[in-house]
């Protein structure tokens, strides 16, 4: 069982603790550098999720069991309603935000390149719709999402079950191959709407692995 | 307003529990059962070992479970009961069984934690890490996913959006809408007769067989596995299918449309009366467009 303070640090963030709490915490922080990075991390999120709009993902696979398991009840009976955090920068959530933050600003990228596909313009507009590639501007969001929640993962790797760590890791590993093939094909075909919206897809599907990994619970 | 039934049967079994847990080969035990109304709820928390759900005729909900080293709290209020193993040190395995009355939404959360579903009509909500999934003849609307244990559904009716990170993941028999989704593992879903039934793995094999409905909307898609459909029966739709290095190998006749502008990546052609709209994209697999056989397929 770990000893670091992952439910702390996101009340510590929000300066929910009280007096003694705070103490304990900063005193841990002062000896335990992997716990300063995690609180590296999360505030480096907080800054990134403070200019989002706080849309919830499409899919929040993870949230219930990370909110469920991860927490150690010491109370016999356990309350008969599910308890809710409030709004507050935990690790997941974060995560979601950053997903939102791809979602919100690839938008319209999707809506151009599925538009791109389709055969036909207006009759009489004489409006013809150019093939758009996936943006740089997009593809900098993802990597900036994606760079966040690796740095999240890395700080809790050691946190979580060795098996699962690598599965999640050989996932990855498949998905960036995907990725990388993409890019390869579109560095020969930039506005080719199958492969932009190929790399997106295998992209969202990084995003989605690296956010259920970040919002699994603690090995026991 | 809300009832809390057993507070006095739950604290008599977390006494137990915690009287037994310490020692190493002690076997415990707890059997409880607590009347419910309506449509219930069931909520199964379990970090490691199994699950087992199964429908019964009563308007009970009765829960065993047998561990060693854990403690297992059962609270309800109302017509939900939470079920919830917390953990010790060691060996931490909870083995539930439960009966619940039909209708009960059911909702099992577990990391190491093998999980069986059968005969729920309510909605059943699952998500485990490392473990295997298997339901069959839930009538309602389910949600499965798991990270690297396999999922085999049989028989659902409802909705289902079932996913594994890098496990198999198998659906026999659905009536209703299917999503289901993989990195590595492979996706195989046989006698499908939903309308809306979609299809994602980034290296793992993509399978499909049944009917394709006239209105309905169908997408496949792998990244270097192969996607093969196999439709029984008489079938109208208009097919899109796109590829980089891969193949398309087809039983049904291609036929572009007189003008159709062919891309080196992609074609669109029409089957029947081409109502239907079917998607398939394999980035560097093979596309197999096959007439599915009365052995695997249901035909209405």
Request: contains cysteine; charged residues 20%.
């Amino acid at each position: 069982m770990s000893d670091h303070l992952d439910a702390e640090l996101s009340a510590y963030l929000d300066d929910e603790l009280d007096a003694a709490a705070r103490e304990r915490v900063e005193a841990h922080l002062a000896t335990c550098p992997e716990c300063r990075g995690t609180l590296e991390d999360l505030q480096r999120l907080v800054r990134r999720a403070g200019t989002l709009d706080d849309r919830p993902p499409a899919r929040d696979l993870w949230a219930g069991i990370a909110e469920r398991i991860g927490e150690q009840d010491t109370a016999d009976v356990l309350p008969l309603v599910p308890r809710r955090r409030r709004f507050a920068f935990s690790v997941p959530q974060l995560a979601a935000a950053a997903l939102a933050l791809v979602t919100l600003s690839t938008a319209v990228t999707m809506l151009a390149t599925r538009r791109a596909g389709a055969p036909a313009t207006p009759a009489g507009t004489g409006a013809v719709l150019q093939p758009v590639s996936l943006g740089d501007q997009t593809v900098r969001s993802y990597d900036g999402a994606i760079s966040d929640l690796q740095h999240a993962l890395t700080a809790r790797r050691t946190q979580l079950d060795t098996g699962t760590v690598r599965v999640i890791e050989q996932s990855l590993t498949v998905i960036d191959a995907a990725i990388a093939q993409a890019r390869s094909a579109l560095a020969r075909d930039p506005n080719n709407p199958y492969l932009n919206s190929h790399l997106q897809r295998a992209l969202d599907r990084k995003l989605d692995v690296l956010r259920q990994a970040v919002a699994l619970p603690v090995a026991s | 307003m809300s009832t809390r039934i057993p507070l006095c049967v739950a604290a008599a079994l977390c006494g137990a529990a915690l009287a037994g847990a310490p020692t190493a080969q002690a076997q415990n035990r707890i059997d409880t059962t607590i009347a419910v109304r309506g449509a219930a709820q069931l909520s199964v928390t379990n970090q490691s070992g199994e699950v087992h759900v199964r429908v019964w005729d009563r308007t009970q909900i009765r829960v065993t479970a047998e561990y060693d080293r854990a403690r297992v709290e059962v609270t309800a209020t109302g017509n939900r009961v939470s079920v919830r193993s917390s953990t010790w040190r060691g060996d931490n395995d909870v083995s539930y069984a439960i009966s619940v009355p039909s209708g009960t939404a059911v909702e099992v959360n577990g990391v190491s934690t093998d999980v069986t579903v059968s005969g729920v009509c309510g909605e059943v909500t699952i998500q485990t890490v490392s473990g295997e999934v298997t339901a069959s003849c839930l009538t309602g609307d389910a949600s499965i996913q798991s990270v690297s244990g396999d999922v085999a559904l049989t028989d659902v009716r409802g909705a289902v959006d079932v996913g594994s990170t890098s496990g198999e993941v198998v659906v026999r028999g659905a009536r209703g809408d299917v999503t289901a989704h993989a990195v590595s593992g492979d996706l195989t879903l046989e006698d499908i007769t939903g309308s809306q039934v979609s299809g994602e793995t980034v290296s793992g094999d993509l399978s499909y067989g049944g009917r394709i409905a006239d209105a309905g909307r169908y997408h496949f898609q792998s990244h270097s596995g192969d996607v093969t459909l196999r439709i029984a029966g008489t079938v109208n739709a208009t097919v899109e299918v796109s590829t980089f290095s891969g193949d398309l190998e087809s039983d049904f006749p291609v036929q572009l449309p007189p003008g159709t502008r062919v891309s080196a990546h992609e074609w669109q052609f029409q089957l029947g009366t081409g109502g239907a709209r079917i998607k398939l994209e394999s980035f560097s697999g093979t596309i197999e467009l096959r007439r599915g056989s009365a052995t695997t397929n249901r035909e209405e």
